[in-house]
Structure formats: structure tokens, C-alpha cells
């Protein structure tokens, strides 16, 4: 594996590593969103279902943000673009790429791949792609943290009920009024 497609590599796996927390943020807010509501439901009939309809949609939403990640994988073209974009390199990078994967080698290729590959030297994928936290994922977050709050709380209502016991103190006392 040459040194571009090393970094080509780094950068598509931080480049996933973001994408897969910006799906999951979508995804725990949706849940959030759904939960939410059903604990309002819960809460507004008084406990009428369990605390796992609460949290359920918020797990659901969380899974599906992940494997929507999964699915829609960040590619080694999206990372050569990403290079490129942000090194300034025009299309150096994403045409280096397509000339290792088609195989063929002449004059032109190899000195395109050799300008390719001394650019690489000074790729740092923390640059290209930086991973931070998404936009929403305080929402996301406060939307989680309403709803565990929204499961906890809005269970049924305790019963209270008396016990009766006779008390022979208590009884006299009523007899003498």
C-alpha cells in the first residue's frame, strides 16, 4: 500500500467516524422525539403502558441512525475529494486514485502518481477531515435525557391504602365521646 492510499484510507476512516456521529445524532433525535411523546402519553394516562415504550423509540432511533451509517459508507473517492479540497491539489488526488484502480501505467499516469504520492507527505488527516461533534448533538442529547426523565417520572400513580387495625387505646377514647 503506497502512502497515498494510506492517507486516502486515514481520512476516509475519520471521515466515517463523523458521519457515523452526525447518524446518530439524527437518530437519537428522532427517538427523542418519539419518546418524548410517549412519555407525555405515559404521563397523561398515568402510567397505562410500561417505561420500555418510553425508551424503546429512543434505542430504535439510535440503531437505525447507526446502520443507516453503516450502509452509506464514506467512500475512497469522498476522501480523495476531501483531500483535494481541502490541500488545494485541484484533483490530484482523486485522479491518482482512479489511476491505481484501473492498473494501467505509462509515462503520464506514473508522473501524476508520483506528484500524487509527494503530496501525501504532507496530508495530515487531522486537517482534511477533523472530527467534532454535529451541529445538533445538544438537541440530541437534551432530547435523550427528557425522555429517560419523561420514563422515570410518569409512572403510575402510588395507591395508598390503610390498614385496619383495631387499636383498644383509640377504641375507649371513641366510646367515651
Known sequence: MTQLQQRIQLVRSR??????WSCLSWGLIAGG????????LRLLTQGAFGWSWVVGPLACGAFIGLVFAWITRRSEKESAYAIDRVCNLKDRTQTALQFML???????????????????????????APVHSPRLWSLAIALTVAAFILAIFSGPQPILQ??????????????RI
Not at 422525539?33 to 407525555?40: F, I, Q, R, S, T
Not at 509515462?107 to 486537517?127: F, G, S, V, W
Request: proline share 2%; with cysteine.
Open 162 to 175: 390503610a390498614m385496619e387495625q383495631s387499636n383498644a387505646v383509640v377504641e375507649r377514647q371513641a366510646d
Open 15 to 20: 471521515l466515517q467516524r463523523q458521519w457515523m
Open 102 to 128: 484501473t492498473g494501467k501505467s505509462d509515462a503520464m499516469r506514473r508522473l501524476q502518481m508520483e506528484d500524487a504520492e509527494a503530496h501525501a507527505a504532507t496530508i495530515l488527516p487531522e486537517n482534511v
Open 33 to 40: 422525539a418519539a419518546a418524548c411523546l410517549m412519555g407525555v
